[in-house]
């Protein structure tokens, strides 16, 4: 069975800086996929982060993102990481990843076969 999972949320302040992991086991061409990251907030809509073409190695961002995430990926460990700079309130959310592949459409991913359950990054003032 292909698992997902998220880990590496918490609390920071505005200004701080996480790193989000995405790992997923039981796919066996892990580099072959794309990555999607997703986040959504308390009474807000589920928005795309990024994301991660395999074939090309490349990433594309939401604007609100650009120049503060960045992903990069150990395909070793099967784990896609979401490095998060300066991050504000406004990025507080639960971020989750998903796995595909079907193509990204800029930095959506709107077809994924597999996703975890997230994780909760609180941003405070």
């Known amino acids: 069975d292909v698992q997902v999972e998220e880990s590496g949320g918490g609390l920071v302040q505005a200004g701080g800086s996480l790193r989000l992991s995405c790992t997923a086991s039981g796919i066996p061409t892990f580099s072959e996929v794309n990555i999607g990251w997703f986040r959504q907030a308390p009474g807000k809509e589920r928005e795309a982060v990024s994301c991660?073409?395999?074939?090309?190695?490349?990433?594309d961002y939401a604007d609100s993102m650009k120049g503060r995430f960045t992903v990069s990926s150990d395909n070793a460990k099967n784990t896609v990481y979401l490095h998060m700079n300066n991050l504000k309130p406004e990025d507080t959310a639960v971020y989750y990843c998903?796995?595909?592949?079907?193509?990204?459409?800029?930095?959506?991913?709107?077809?994924?076969?597999?996703y975890g359950r997230g994780t909760q990054v609180t941003v405070s003032s």
């Open positions: 998903a796995t595909s592949y079907y193509a990204c459409s800029g930095f959506v991913l709107y077809e994924y076969d597999y």
């Open positions: 991660t073409r395999a074939d090309e190695d490349s990433t």
